[in-house]
């Protein structure tokens, strides 16, 4: 079965470690997009974190940001889907975060905010290139109107996954935990993840399940490589990651994308039926 939706997650999987897109990977992405082959993003990312990507790539397509609370036009930005964690609901788990003295940042209204500003949020700017806001973040949250689509929570990984199931115990079917870097723990919307987000898309288009593949790295690529009719793990995956895909292809330092794009979905390629 011919690929139709290419949906490529963005950090350790399309981005290589120093942030950047290979010019190998650029070309090909582009030699896919000329055989109709319609490639999207996939990201726990703002948008505006995204944007730049996505121009470089010249892709105008709807792309899946905040692991799938948004899904908006690459470049014009309009918006498609959005799904949001409630104030009330935001500010409970913010102030647990809060009381544990660990570092949270909550993404609302366009804006990245955090309690206050410190080693944690200084490195996420240096990976997001996206600029970090301190404020009252239980005062902000009081407001009822101030929808949130995402909280991240920062720390040690081992942490990090003590703290995992007391939050899915407290808060699961209410919210969507996932980890997309291990010293990460990400919270959405309960209804919202990467295969959801691509599954609509998919529909949208008019394309079948077994028409898409996906390439992903981590917890949070999980539901959209079990969604996909090609779920492609990069080499430098999580072995869990691993074992969970259809192919695993080369490391991210590799070029692991383009070498999974020229093998599975580009016409003329030994595996393209």
Known sequence: MAIRLIALDLDDTLLRDDLTISAGTVATIRRARAQGIITTIATGRTPAAMRRYAEQLEIDVPVITFHGALIQQALSGEVLFRRALAAALARKLVADVLELHMHVQIYCRGK????????????????????????????????????????????????????????????????????????????????????????????????????????GDSFNDLEMLRYAGLGVAVGNARPEIREAADAVTLSNEEDGVAAAIEKYALRGSKTWI
């Open 112 to 215: 990245i905010l955090v309690q206050e500003k410190n080693a944690w949020s200084r490195a996420y700017e240096r990976i997001s290139q996206v600029e970090i806001e301190a404020a009252d973040l239980l005062e902000l949250l009081d407001d009822p109107g101030a929808s949130v689509e995402k909280i991240l929570i920062m720390g040690e990984e081992a942490r990090l996954d003590r703290l995992t199931p007391e939050f899915q115990a407290r808060y699961g079917e209410k919210v969507h935990l996932t980890k997309s870097k291990p010293f990460f723990l990400e919270m959405t919307d309960a209804s919202v993840n990467k295969g959801a987000a691509l599954a609509a898309l998919a529909q949208c288009y008019g394309i079948r399940q077994e028409e898409v593949m996906a390439i």
